[in-house]
Each structure stands twice: as C-alpha cells, then as structure tokens.
C-alpha cells in the first residue's frame, strides 16, 4: 500500500527525461473482496464537524487494491463526489455551488476595478480545504501522496468569478487591467500553494499535485480558457502567467485537454521550465496511439519534454512503447491482466 522509494526514484528520473529500461506504467489490480460500504457524504454547504471529515477520508482510504507499475494510492482533494477544480476561484470569494458530480463558482465581479484578488486564509473553502488535508495527512501517516488543492490558471478561475462572456471582452478590451489581475491572482496562486504544501512536506516527501508526484513543487498547469481565445492572446496572458510561476515551481507538467489546445502547443514547448506534458484526448476523440495524436507527442518528446499519455488496450501500449522514447514515456492504462502474473509478463514482453 505504500508507495516504494524505486518508484519514486523511477518517477524522479521520468520528470528528468532520464528513465532507464521499460516506460514508466499505471495498474492497479482492484480487492476482489472490496469494502461494502456506502460512500460517506458530507453536506458541504453546511458546518462541517470534525467527526464528518473523519469517517469521509476513513472511507476513502480502503487502499486495498494491488498498485503495479509506477502507480500509487493517493489521497484526492475532493469535496464531494468529484474532483473539485479550480479552488483559487472559490478561496477569492466565489459562491460554492454544489451538483450532483462536481462543484460549479457563481460570478461575484461586477467589474475588476476596486476587485482586489488576494488570498484570505480565514475564507471558509480555505479552512475546509485545511481540515481535509489535515485529516488526509494523519491517516496517510506519511505512507502515500495526499494531494493539494486543485487551485487552477488565471483565466479560468477568473473567467469563473466574473463570468466567462464578460471575462472574452476584458482581455479583448481592458488587456492592462486584466493583466494586472493575473499578477495579483499569481501572488495569491504562490500564497495558496505555499500554504498547502507546508501541510504536505511536514509528513510527505516532495510535493504531489491534482494528477501526480515529483521530488519537488509541482503542478500540472492548464488553463481552460485557452480554447476560446487566439495563440497572440495566450501568450499575452498565458505564458505571462506562467513566468511569474516558473521560479516558483520546480516540476511544472502541462495539461494539454483536447485537440483544441494544440494550437499552442508551439508557444509551450519554448518554454524550458514545462518539463512535461499530460495528453488528454478527450471522451469521444482518438486516442493517443493514433495518427491523430502520436505526431502531437513525438513534437513533445522531440523538445526534449516527457509526456504522461492514456491508453484503453495493449494494442495501444504498444504502439506508444514502440513509437516514443522510453525515458520520457508515462502510460496510464492499457496493460492487461487481473492477477499480477498476466500484466507482469505483457510488460516483460
């Protein structure tokens, strides 16, 4: 159950472009016998008791499954049944609202003038963030990563306090002003990582993020917002962004979400401080063994940059093996078996 030092060192040496032998793989082979009980859910939008969040983590941490491969158990930051993204925009005043599968920010800016974006520990998601990760870290026991917050990009949180219609026409119409914005968001973005990570390299080695760990600060940056705006205006706002972070963060991997974003992929790949890249197809799109996407992640490893890439069949993971540099080379999926025998062997092979 815990994670071994060889993957971390295995993992280390993948962020560095310097893997030796076989790509690095996820499998985990799920307990025959799982837990029988119910998910523990909180109701979110009202006081939580300590005593909630106990029984919440204590449930998820039924980390009875096999992890083979470069996989791990992980502590996910999550209020609820998803993943909850872009928590900046919730920490600078966005009204929390809760659905079914995820956690949605209503608009709270009028207007960015007299808007000051800075991050207020005494915020109420701030505390529920530190409450979870508090209890997250106790039972982990320095055992297993615990993820931090999922804080997000610039655009996107922001595009979520002031509307995402009213936010195109501020980076069209106000530029300065917008980006004056993004300087406050980052200096709180650094405020709020530091915050939460102190948490973390208190019990755990290095730092791990939303989608995976490294030997030092990380985060996997994205930016939603990017499919609606042009490769001028993503390099106005984006890479500007980004360089008030590079000093900061030591093992930055990019998320790349869907053919979309492509169109700055030239604009990232200048940059030396992106040391990876996550690929995300997306639900419905070809996978990332196809003609459409192994051109994409062979510009990526040729810039000397490792990917973290998705397959569905052994099929795919061949081809990915044999087509990409082991050294940069992340696979989530794809591998076959369920007993530790079959995968075992597919790798050897």
Same mark, same amino acid.
């Given at each position: ?14 962020? &560095? +472009? ?55 158990? %992980?502590?996910?930051?999550t209020w609820g049944q998803r993943g909850t993204p872009m928590t900046m925009s919730s920490y600078l005043g966005g009204r929390v609202v809760f659905r079914d599968n995820t956690v949605w920010i209503d608009p709270v800016v009028d207007k960015w003038e007299g808007f000051r974006i800075r991050f207020d520990r005494k915020n109420r998601w701030v505390d529920v963030s530190r409450r979870l990760m508090d209890k ?20 996107? #949180? ?14 069209? @119409?106000?530029? +300065?002003?917008?980006?004056?914005? %993004? ?17 973390? $390299?208190?019990?755990? @080695?290095?730092? #791990? ?11 996997? #940056? ?13 390099? =106005? ?12 963060? +030591? ?18 790949? !200048?940059? $030396?401080?992106? =040391? ?5 197809? +997306? ?7 196809? @003609? ?11 810039? !000397? ?10 099929? @795919?993971?061949?081809?990915?093996? =044999? &087509? ?17 025998? &079959?995968?075992?062997?597919? %790798? =050897?092979?």
């Amino acid at each position: 159950m815990d994670i071994s030092r060889d993957k971390l060192e295995k993992i280390s040496d993948w962020w &560095e +472009g310097k893997n030796k032998g076989r790509p690095l793989f996820m499998k985990v082979l799920p307990n025959p016998s799982p837990a029988e009980d119910k998910p523990v859910r909180i109701d979110w939008e009202r006081e939580i008791r300590d005593s909630d969040l106990d029984s919440y983590v204590r449930n998820a941490s039924r980390f009875n499954s096999l992890y083979l491969g470069e996989s791990y158990p %992980v502590y996910h930051h999550t209020w609820g049944q998803r993943g909850t993204p872009m928590t900046m925009s919730s920490y600078l005043g966005g009204r929390v609202v809760f659905r079914d599968n995820t956690v949605w920010i209503d608009p709270v800016v009028d207007k960015w003038e007299g808007f000051r974006i800075r991050f207020d520990r005494k915020n109420r998601w701030v505390d529920v963030s530190r409450r979870l990760m508090d209890k997250q870290l106790e039972l982990s026991a320095g055992r297993y990563p615990v993820s931090l917050p999922d804080l997000g990009d610039a655009l996107t #949180c922001m595009s979520m306090l002031r509307g995402t219609g009213q936010m195109l026409f501020d980076v069209v @119409e106000k530029p +300065g002003l917008v980006l004056e914005k %993004v300087k406050e968001f980052t200096d709180a973005w650094k405020e709020a990582h530091d915050y939460f990570h102190s948490m973390y $390299r208190g019990s755990l @080695e290095g730092d #791990c993020s939303w989608l995976m760990w490294a030997p030092g600060r990380t985060y996997a #940056c994205q930016c939603d917002f990017s499919t609606m705006i042009s490769p001028s205006l993503f390099e =106005k706002f984006v890479v500007f962004e980004l360089e008030q972070l590079k000093d900061y963060l +030591g093992y930055i991997i990019w998320h790349l979400d869907g053919y979309e974003e492509v169109r700055h992929l030239d604009i990232l790949l !200048g940059l $030396r401080y992106i =040391k990876a890249f996550q690929v995300v197809p +997306g639900a419905g799109n070809p996978p990332c063994a196809s @003609e459409t996407w192994l051109p994409v992640i062979k510009r990526i490893t040729d810039a !000397g940059k490792s990917v973290y890439v998705y397959a569905s069949t052994p099929p @795919e993971v061949e081809t990915l093996s =044999k &087509e990409l540099p082991p050294e940069r080379l992340f696979i989530d999926g794809g591998i076959p078996g369920r007993t530790i025998e &079959e995968p075992g062997s597919f %790798v =050897k092979r």
